[in-house]
């Protein structure tokens, strides 16, 4: 059974950090792709960052490059994502999700596991 499940959310003031944490089960890591989304209340799912496990090969949205660092952890099939300088407009809830791929895509529509989310929220 393939699990995915976040953690690490919660409510943070602008400047500040967070890492939120993807615990994984069930799922060869080696061949997939590693992604996190967000998803604001009233706007449609996004991209954030994504790895691949097998070489750790990164890609970040451009709003949070520079800010963002997504890392993987073998031993404990677990996908990190540390967000610094955060920002209002980073309050969503961050989902964490999977695609059995080489190359990495930022569409949800490519991604078959999915977590339940986390919880940010940033105050001004």
């Known amino acids: 059974q393939v699990r995915l499940v976040e953690s690490g959310g919660g409510l943070v003031q602008a400047g500040g950090s967070l890492r939120l944490s993807c615990a994984t089960s069930?799922?060869?890591?080696?061949?997939?792709?590693m992604g996190w989304f967000r998803q604001a209340l009233g706007k449609e799912r996004e991209f954030v960052a994504a790895i691949r496990w097998k070489d750790g090969y990164t890609v970040y949205t451009d709003s949070v490059k520079g800010r963002c660092t997504i890392s993987r952890d073998n031993a404990k099939n677990t996908v990190y994502l540390q967000i610094d300088m955060l920002r209002p407009e980073d309050t969503a809830v961050y989902y964490c999700a999977s695609d059995n791929t080489w190359t990495i895509y930022t569409s949800v529509y490519n991604y078959d596991y999915w977590g339940q989310g986390t919880q940010v929220n940033v105050s001004s």
């Open positions: 069930g799922l060869t890591l080696s061949s997939r792709v």
